[in-house]
């Protein structure tokens, strides 16, 4: 018996955005909540699921009752394409029905079981394999999709057309994330690099690092901010507005949940992740 009480499509308009990232941790902080979670990555030609949980080179079981999860922890089941290549350096290089094939087997073939949420994490764009998979989520019923972007407009160009097929295809956008909104860092963590031509001292971050602790100690505990990415024109935010869909919130760009992603953790359990792990439990709350 298989009862999926909650589904959530994460979606982007571009591929590098942190769709993927979201979708762990995501999955993590619903775990975390004590529901019972499975996360689906039908990123077809890039699915980062196994490597941002640490689960590389794990193999898929078939049952009777169908391809079984793998379980992270006993509420956290994952199953991705990944799994099923021979090689995680392998292209995937298939025609269009090939791939929606193996996208709806996927979809429909995993026994979950009894859980409360399945996160699923599709492509980036609007292609045909959306298609397929907004089929299969529509009919067996979903909660709607959170889209992730970036600040940049070229990002928001394409996530307003995410928006639109979300609104043609009739499924309900949950919200935006506007994700590497800013790079907060804490100043402790910080390398300095000397300006060209400038001499005096041999190791600057050296140099820094002990200026801080002797002279301004209370600097250490603050986060350093900068705006990577231009986002004069308003950034997700204005354009949720523009297009009647609501703002989850803003993640920070953040190295170590970037270091986190990187190594398959959650960012929740590591106090590092300061600048990033409230901000994405607060559009948790707001889901
Ligand atoms: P997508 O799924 O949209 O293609 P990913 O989730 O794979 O994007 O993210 C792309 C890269 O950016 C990954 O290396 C990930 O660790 C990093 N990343 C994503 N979001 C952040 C963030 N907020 N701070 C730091 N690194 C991030």
């Not at 009777?64 to 994952?78: A, R």
């Not at 994490?121 to 992730?148: M, R, W």
């Not at 990002?155 to 097929?165: G, H, N, Q, T």
């Not at 760009?253 to 986190?260: N, W």
Request: proline fraction near 5%; aromatic fraction near 6%; charged fraction near 25%.
């Amino acid at each position: 018996m298989v009862t999926v009480k909650h589904k959530i499509l994460v979606l982007s308009g571009k591929g590098g955005v942190g769709k993927s990232t979201f979708s762990a941790q995501l999955s993590f902080a619903l775990a975390n909540k004590d529901y019972q979670v499975g996360l689906l990555d039908i990123d077809i030609c890039g699915p980062s699921i196994p490597k941002m949980l640490g689960l590389e080179g794990q193999d898929i079981h078939q049952s009777n009752l169908g391809w079984s999860p793998i379980y992270l922890d006993s509420n956290l089941g994952v199953m991705s394409i990944g799994f099923m290549l021979p090689h995680p350096d392998e292209a995937v290089i298939w025609r269009g029905p090939r791939k929606n094939g193996l996208i709806k087997q996927f979809l429909k073939d995993v026994h979950w079981g009894e859980i409360d949420y399945l996160v699923v994490d599709a492509p980036p764009g609007t292609s045909d394999e959306h298609i397929s998979i907004v089929q299969f989520l529509l009919a067996s019923g979903i909660d709607g999709a959170v889209i992730v972007t970036t600040p940049q407009q070229v990002s928001l160009i394409d996530v307003r057309k995410e928006i639109s097929f979300c609104k043609k295809v009739g499924i309900r956008v949950l919200g935006v994330v506007e994700n590497m909104s800013g790079l907060r860092q804490p100043v402790s963590d910080l390398r300095f690099e000397r300006i060209d031509g400038v001499t005096g001292v041999e190791d600057v971050t050296e140099w820094a690092r002990r200026y801080i602790r002797e002279n301004a100690p209370e600097l250490s505990s603050l986060f350093a901010c900068s705006e990577v990415f231009d986002s004069s024109g308003g950034g997700a935010a204005k354009m949720c507005a523009e297009m009647s869909v609501p703002f989850l919130g803003k993640v920070p760009m953040d190295p170590q949940l970037g270091k986190a992603a990187e190594e398959g953790r959650s960012c929740f359990e590591d106090k590092r992740c300061g600048a990033s792990a409230p901000a994405i439990l607060r559009i948790v709350e707001e889901l």
